[in-house]
């Protein structure tokens, strides 16, 4: 294997591989399987994603990404994975502290300051509040947003008794949602206005720790609904607490990332597990 230089970020408990490929040293079709690689947990770098940093398509912004979900899907967007991107784009040398980037989603503007960054989201779209999905003969009431990636939002008051794992499966393969699916995002809101928010990712299958676009589509639906008023502080199940200002149908997720480390893959880390004990 060539060796490959990365940045390992976190950003509210997301945990991303980030790789300058201006050279195009990975091809469009080695992304998936390198991230499922990569990705794995105890036996690889470990990640919940794989960010590739690649030239931008119009020449006037810093780069463009494609973004890996631990399984090898491709993602259009993540808030958490945008800061660290933005970040790691600035202290590379690919551009200075205000910058617009390129996702599958459309151009992203982000702002780094040291290790706190801002970015400013696609705009909310297709927005559906009290949808009523029947689930195994029970009905339960969900919110939708795109923000970026799609995300439904369900208000609970015991957010630590939800079954977050099944209940989100569930919801996210529920036929409303395909053929993409969603992110679903369990939402308690906090006295004094805030949001504390539990969030099943697709593509990871399973809890996060954070989800950046999942805060911001809480943020949204709440204020849709007038449960809170923006700004909002969103508290992720990881602890950190982001902020999501919105100005008019503008989406705004702050808050801090960090560098991890630098490193070089060695081939054994995309070698196949063994078992053993």
């Not at 906090?190 to 099943?200: A, E, N």
Request: net charge neutral.
């Amino acid at each position: 294997m060539r060796e490959i230089f990365f940045v390992k970020m976190q950003a509210s408990g997301n945990d991303f591989i980030l790789i300058k490929n201006f050279e195009g040293r990975i091809s469009p079709s080695e992304g998936p399987e390198l991230a499922r690689r990569l990705c794995r947990r105890r036996v690889s770098v470990g990640a919940d994603g794989l960010i590739l940093i690649e030239p931008p398509k119009n020449p006037r912004n810093a780069f463009s990404w494609r973004f890996f979900n631990a399984d090898g899907s491709e993602a259009e967007m993540c808030g958490n994975g945008g800061r660290c991107a933005a970040r790691f784009a600035v202290e590379e040398g690919i551009s200075g502290p205000r910058l617009t980037f390129e996702t599958l989603a459309g151009e992203i503007r982000a702002e780094v300051k040291g290790q706190r960054v801002k970015v400013e989201l696609t705009p909310p779209r297709d927005l559906r509040l009290d949808l009523d999905l029947s689930l195994s003969g029970e009905t339960l009431r969900v919110h939708f947003v795109n923000t970026g990636v799609p995300h439904a939002v369900v208000l609970v008051e015991d957010l630590e008794g939800v079954a977050v794992e099944e209940l989100g499966r569930r919801i996210r393969f529920h036929e409303s949602f395909a053929p993409a699916g969603a992110n679903v995002n369990f939402v308690k809101v906090l006295p004094g206005g805030g949001l504390s928010v539990r969030t099943y990712e697709r593509g990871v299958e399973g809890e996060t720790l954070a989800c950046g676009t999942g805060a911001s589509a809480a943020a949204y639906v709440a204020v849709k609904l007038g449960l809170v008023s923006a700004p909002v502080s969103v508290r992720t199940r990881g602890g950190e607490v982001l902020r999501v200002y919105l100005e008019d149908e503008r989406i705004f997720l702050e808050g801090e990332t960090r560098r991890i480390y630098r490193a070089f893959l060695h081939p054994e880390a995309l070698s196949d597990e063994k078992s053993g004990c």
